[in-house]
């Protein structure tokens, strides 16, 4: 594969600042194939000024001496576009007669020095003569042994240039030969040639990591920080998602730029393309490329569908090659994959798009840029196109919000109804294709809903693409930003009848784009008619009506206009519920339903339901089922942070006090794991989105105080008091067996002093409770040697008050349970006391054989 080879001619054609920009983009792209951070390579200052420095200088004390291109850590490159022979690379070293300063410097430091010719082809014979003539040099310095001196000529820098794709895209960029569509590092952004095109940054929250347990929004500086640190790793693959007009590629391109944050990935390593253009070679091709030759690229895809996101993630992740990859997303694709690695933008702040604005258009002015960010609401390409369609001269303060989207509409070209109705068709989906051969002819269905002519609303897509109001990828088109489609969409429903709409969209043939719709009207919650319309599908004779029939496609659409109506689809799930083969995981659509109840618990007031549907399906389920386990999904809802759900914590202890009532052996393995979430005082993780259409969602309700924190796992402890003295031995157990074994971080960590205190000594004394026992002994193994003097003392007491008082109690803590839980602190250290602990079994089992009576006593324990 040739793609990116260029010729020796090649290397002469470059202008003399551009042939040092080669040298130093080369150097930067070999530390960096080396493991070596890009910050080592400097270069700058004017190309022929004879101050005697150097072009490029790498400073990497701990990059190993090697026959490469950059053979030391400390090397010294001269850059000359003219030819350089013997007595030319002679003077160049020579100063006054003597060895240039910094030579000596590059000696004492073991270094190298190189001269660089763009103009040079060079025989063998030839070579060295200007070697052995940059040898004669160093031989009259101090350091002479250890500087090593060489000479490349445009012949070595074009087999150099071969090792790295990136910068050889560089090159045919300068020579003005780019190939198709694949780019290197630059304005990938769509920011004016003319116009300033640096980075906006401040404290808003809008980038988050999916991939955290907390889904926190996080200022955009340390997205940058996170994105580049997952980029560094060999064989990564990292997502961007956002809605359109949130800054994604402006985002990536970012990540390489040395201004922004610390610890710039390196310009000299990236490629990127937008695959909504034709590319040669594919990006299948140019990784396999990458691959086969170990370069160090990071390859940068643009508006990439999830399906060749996989792809190409499964060929980076199965290489060894220094090769990552990151992926912009496809913003009309109506899928979403399951990323490993995915960064999420929300639309940033107000004050930094109207700051965009006034930088764009700074006649526009302070007020007007300020109207324009607040209609935009963040997305930052809705306020550049509204901002380019207001005069230098005019005032916005007092338009509405309706006033503003025609404005942005029309666009200066006047108004047009029937641009205005066919865009509002368009925007009932989420996407459609243009083609009439493909997908049912999605293009005629809509003209059929509005009632206008298909190459009518075919000339209409075209013209909102020209108006920069729609994107295309392929056949595929939608309208964007999402914020302009929504609004849209509202003015379609209120003009054209639902049963219009229904009587095209809910025909068999047209799945793909009733599920689109449907898509849409998820974030038209607030809108009348969007709730009226999803009552339709929903309504007897509605695709909705019965969803225990329902296959997977139809059952998408319901995901997706559930935060339409969550009342509404709650109590289809519990119609559905009552009948048998439904809430179990016998039905192949489980995973579906599960997910949706998850989401539908996050209101107070339909937790109990939600979760009552969710109990049911887990009744079936095996105990330890740790695939797409529902028993897992509900142990979320009982988590005291990132639980997805608003429910008031003794809502949450009154559900579980009904599984102890209900007295079934599954419903008890439940609570257990309930319990086993609820307790948790370290560790918390989610790996579930919160959002839910355009409703407000977070990571659920969470204790503003210390005290209501504690509340929190005292309320959870009370509903496990009553069990302790009950009759039913085997419950019993089942109760100290939970609270023994989550003693260490309820004492330790959620601080429930008095509570465990009070229990220890009312059900553990004189060895009554040996797993107790154990766990305060642990408690004061982990974590003795760091508590406060009271809590130690307070440890301590319960240790003694626990402890064995007996004969049977000693045989029962040590014997009959296991054995590498006696632990003990020596110096703050955590020491098994192994030896310690055979000698007391040994002495144990002696005294019991000596005791009539013990071993019958103790027989079910034995055998059991």
């Excluded at 400097?42 to 072009?55: K, S």
């Excluded at 003597?98 to 060079?122: E, F, M, Q």
């Excluded at 994604?248 to 990935?265: I, M, P, S, W, Y």
Aim: net charge negative.
């Amino acid at each position: 594969m040739r793609f990116f080879e260029l010729d020796a001619v090649d290397i002469t054609a470059l202008s003399a600042g551009d042939l040092r920009e080669l040298v130093a983009r080369l150097c930067e792209a070999e530390v960096i194939q080396q493991g070596r951070r890009p910050k080592s390579v400097m270069w700058g200052g004017a190309q022929e000024a004879p101050d005697g420095g150097l072009d490029v200088r790498i400073e990497a004390m701990d990059l190993p001496s090697n026959d490469g291109f950059v053979p030391r850590g400390i090397c010294g490159f001269q850059v000359k576009k003219h030819a350089m022979g013997a007595a030319a690379c002679r003077d160049e070293m020579l100063e006054g007669g003597t060895p240039k300063l910094v030579l000596a410097d590059l000696a004492d430091r073991n270094g190298a020095y190189i001269i660089v010719s763009g103009k040079d082809d060079c025989s063998d014979s030839m070579l060295a003569s200007r070697v052995r003539a940059m040898e004669a040099v160093a031989e009259t310095l101090p350091g002479k042994a250890s500087l090593r001196v060489d000479f490349y000529g445009r012949d070595r820098l074009a087999t150099w240039l071969r090792r790295h794709p990136s910068v050889a895209l560089w090159v045919r960029a300068r020579l003005g030969r780019p190939l198709s569509g694949w780019r290197p590092f630059g304005r990938w952004a769509a920011t004016p040639p003319a116009q300033n095109d640096a980075f906006l940054v401040d404290d808003h929250p809008c980038v988050i990591d999916a991939n955290s347990s907390a889904k926190t929004p996080m200022p955009v500086s340390e997205g940058i920080h996170l994105a580049r640190e997952r980029l560094r790793r060999r064989g990564s693959a990292v997502r961007i998602t956002g809605l359109s007009g949130v800054g994604k590629t402006r985002f990536a391109q970012a990540l390489f730029e040395a201004n922004v944050g610390e610890e710039a990935l390196s310009p000299a390593s990236a490629i990127y393309a937008d695959l909504g253009e034709n590319l040669t070679p594919t990006a299948s091709e140019l990784v396999s490329y990458i691959v086969a030759n170990d370069h160090a690229v990071q390859l940068v895809l643009d508006n990439c569908p999830p399906d060749v996101h996989r792809q190409l993630q499964k060929q980076v992740s199965a290489s060894s090659a220094m090769l990552s990859l990151l992926t912009i997303e496809y913003d009309i694709s109506d899928d979403r994959p399951e990323e490993t690695e995915v960064i999420h933008l929300e639309p940033c702040s107000e004050e930094t798009v109207s700051m965009l604005i006034q930088r764009r258009h700074p006649d526009i002015g302070k007020l007007n840029a300020g109207k324009i960010a607040e209609f935009s609401g963040g997305n930052s390409r809705i306020a550049i196109a509204l901002a380019s369609r207001v005069d230098a001269d005019e005032t916005l303060t007092n338009f509405s919000d309706e006033d503003l989207f025609h404005r942005l509409f029309s666009q200066r070209k006047g108004a047009s109804n029937e641009l205005l109705e066919c865009a509002e068709a368009l925007s009932l989906v989420y996407s459609f294709n243009v083609s009439s051969s493909e997908f049912n002819d999605e293009l005629g269905v809509l003209s059929a809903i509005v009632g206008l002519d298909r190459r009518g609303l075919h000339r209409a897509q075209a013209e909102l693409m020209r108006r920069q109001l729609a994107q295309s990828r392929g056949e595929w088109r939608a309208v964007l930003p999402h914020a302009l489609a929504n609004r849209l969409a509202k003015r379609a429903l209120e003009n054209i009848p639902v049963d219009a709409i229904n009587a095209e969209l809910l025909k068999p043939e047209n799945l793909r784009l009733f599920v689109s719709c449907a898509h849409r009207l998820g974030y038209l919650h607030d809108f009348e008619p969007a709730v009226r319309m999803a009552n339709s599908w929903v309504s007897p004779g509605g695709p909705l009506h019965d969803i225990g029939s329902c296959n997977e496609g139809t059952l998408s659409a319901l995901l997706y206009i559930a935060p339409v109506f969550p009342e509404t689809v709650l109590q289809l799930i519990e119609n559905a519920a009552t009948k048998p083969g439904f809430a179990s995981r016998e039905n192949r659509n489980f995973r579906l339903f599960v997910r949706l109840l998850h989401q539908l618990a996050y209101d107070d007031d339909k937790f109990d339901r939600a979760a009552t549907v969710m109990l049911k399906f887990s009744e079936g389920e095996k105990s330890g089922e740790n695939r797409d386990s529902i028993v897992g999904q509900m142990r979320h809802l009982f988590s005291l942070h990132l639980s997805g759900t608003l429910a008031r914590p003794e809502r949450r202890c009154a559900f579980v006090s009904k599984l102890l009532e209900s007295g079934t052996e599954r419903h008890r393995e439940i609570a257990a794991e309930l319990f086993h979430a609820a307790f948790e005082a370290t560790h918390w993780t989610s790996f579930s989105a919160f959002d839910f259409g355009a409703r407000r969602r977070d990571a659920g309700w969470q204790p503003r105080t210390r005290a209501e924190e504690l509340e929190w796992y005292i309320g959870f402890l009370n509903l496990l008091r009553p069990v302790l003295t009950c009759d039913d031995l085997t419950l019993r157990d089942w109760a100290r067996s939970l609270l023994a074994g989550h003693f260490r971080e309820l004492w330790t960590f959620a601080g429930c002093f008095d509570d465990l205190e009070e229990i220890v000594r009312s059900h553990a004394s004189k060895g009554e409770w040996p797993q107790m026992w154990v766990s305060v002994k642990k408690t004061l193994g982990f974590d003795g040697d760091s508590a406060h003097p009271d809590l130690l003392a307070r440890l301590e007491s319960l240790s003694r008050v626990a402890a064995p008082s007996d004969l049977y109690s000693e045989i029962e803590a040590y014997v009959l349970s296991n054995t590498w839980d006696h632990i003990e602190s020596r110096g703050g250290q955590v020491a098994f006391s192994d030896e310690m602990i055979k000698e007391k079994v040994i002495s144990l089992g002696e005294m019991a054989a000596a005791e009539l009576g013990c071993l019958e006593r103790l027989g079910p324990g034995l055998w059991s």
